[in-house]
């Protein structure tokens, strides 16, 4: 009895330790939106400027987040940044995990939201509450919002 205690306690203490892992605070419409604001969500632009995949991740941000990798690949592999960013699941895990290392308030509206995370991936997170170039900041605005009188809609008719 006494061994079985102590392997509950390991076992809970595992599933805690997994959880937290895998906090994923950004939706997938989220996900959706910053893309969509960054290019369209256009994939065939392998890395432009230093920024990869739909997402245009950063080497700071991949490196930051653990350094995230596709199944197969190792953390110290040459094209182990570029294989991620440009895989769209890889990439959102980077997302969700920079998110839940540094997600914030930016606009101060006493909640971390959408609007908090499309500023902290284009600004990063020490000038997330700077202004967003108008094309980004619209496209995104618009995009959440949308998203929003999509779900609303679908609430009323059910």
Sequence with gaps: MHFMWKLLVVLFG????????????VTETCLYCICEALNGCNATAVCVNGACG?????????????????PGDSPLSDDAFTNCANDPICAADTLQSYMAKFGQDCNDDDQEDCYDYGAIHYMGPWNCKEDRP??????????????VQQEEERQKSN
């Design 54 to 70: 739909i997402f245009r991740i950063t080497w700071d941000q991949w490196v930051d987040c653990g350094r995230l990798t596709i």
């Design 14 to 25: 595992l599933a805690i330790g997994i959880q937290a892992e895998m906090r994923k605070p």
């Design 134 to 147: 108008f094309y980004y900041e619209s496209t995104f605005t618009r995009c959440v919002r949308n998203a």
